[in-house]
């Protein structure tokens, strides 16, 4: 059983920084790309950013001067830097896993965390 674990979602300020953890079960981590999303409520979730099987990086252009994604696959975990947060980036933050050689279809999904940011 696949399970993909968000953390380190909350109530930030405006200019401050987050990171947030994603941890897998249940796959051969290292054979997947991972990715993260962030939804709002009554839009679509959109894609920020992934860290592919070779340790490749690719980013959302309106978010890649402030956010750095990272893996490490011997814990089996992902990681989203936020930096200099703005209240637009409020939204819940999903992880994802795909097992092709970039994000498109993710074949699993974690819960997601929510995270706040006040202005």
């Known amino acids: 059983q696949v399970q993909l674990v968000e953390s380190g979602g909350g109530l930030v300020q405006a200019g401050d920084s987050l990171k947030l953890s994603c941890v897998a079960s249940g796959l051969r981590f290292s054979s997947y790309t991972m990715g993260w999303f962030r939804q709002v409520p009554g839009k679509e979730r959109e894609f920020i950013a992934e860290a592919g099987r070779s340790g490749t990086t690719a980013y959302r252009k309106s978010l890649k001067d402030r956010f750095a994604i990272s893996r490490d696959n011997a814990k089996k975990a992902v990681y989203l830097q936020m930096n200099n947060l703005k209240s637009e980036d409020t939204a819940v933050y999903y992880c994802?896993?795909?097992?092709?050689?970039?994000?498109?279809?993710?074949?699993?999904w974690g819960q997601g965390t929510q995270v706040t940011v006040s202005s």
């Open positions: 994802a896993a795909d097992a092709g050689i970039a994000i498109l279809t993710p074949d699993y």
